[in-house]
């Protein structure tokens, strides 16, 4: 079955230190999007790609990283200069256009200890 | 910029309707879409509306006022199954949606 894998499911970081997010999809999709979610609130843009090579910034790109070698993959890096990264992030891609909405991914939830 | 307004939660009785409305600023509008989260879960899409009027699918009805900037999600029979949160989510572009805080629905028996 197509769909989106994000890994891992719970994601633990020291202070000071980098993490990626694993994000694969095998939809065939060519824009991939990344969302951050905090308790009780609504999801936030943090980076987004249309096409291989590409990527955009969103609203909250200040301390992540991106990268799209791949259309199948678009891994999220949570730099040390992130001085809030405890939440949940969802990946997302769409295909078809954007009006058949995005398909999420499971979710990676990061603390921070 | 852009800015959303849903009501913060909602409670409802098994079996009644329930309408979650949402209120948009945008320096551009192509669209406006409805999400569902479970708790711990991925948002699912629900549905989008491009154009002004009532989209149903099934038990969810989607409406939209582009003259308003304003829409709805209208659940009818509710079910114990539809307690969750309901986004809703514009896009200014066709690129990306922006999202609004969320409406946790609480539906009783």
């Known amino acids: 079955d197509g769909g989106i894998t994000q890994s891992p499911k719970y994601l633990f970081r020291k202070e000071g230190q980098n993490v990626t997010l694993s994000c694969e999809q095998n939809l065939n999709h060519d824009a991939m999007y990344w969302y951050r979610q905090d308790p009780g609130q609504g999801l936030r843009l943090i980076y987004y790609s249309q096409i291989v090579n590409d990527f955009q910034k969103g609203d909250i790109a200040e301390g992540y990283s991106v990268s799209r070698e791949k259309k199948e993959s678009f891994p999220l890096t949570v730099t040390s200069a992130q001085k809030n990264p405890t939440a949940f992030y969802l990946c997302?891609?769409?295909?078809?256009?954007?009006?058949?909405?995005?398909?999420f991914g499971s979710g990676t939830r990061l603390t921070v200890v | 910029g852009q800015s959303l307004e849903q009501p913060s939660e909602v409670t409802a009785v098994e079996g009644a309707i329930v309408q979650i409305n949402c209120t948009y600023q945008?320096?551009?509008?192509?669209?406006l879409s409805w999400y569902q989260q479970h708790d711990g879960g991925a948002p699912t899409f629900l549905s989008y509306?491009?154009?002004?009027g009532l989209e149903e699918t099934g038990r969810f009805s989607s409406f939209l006022s582009r003259s308003d900037s304003y829409g709805y999600l209208l659940l009818q029979e509710l079910q114990m199954k539809d307690s969750a949160s309901y986004f809703c989510a514009v896009t200014e572009n066709f690129n990306k949606f922006y999202f609004g805080s969320g409406t946790k629905l609480n539906v009783k028996p």
């Open positions: 997302a891609s769409t295909g078809e256009g954007i009006g058949y909405g995005y398909t």
């Open positions: 509306n491009a154009l002004d």
């Open positions: 945008t320096s551009g509008f192509y669209g």
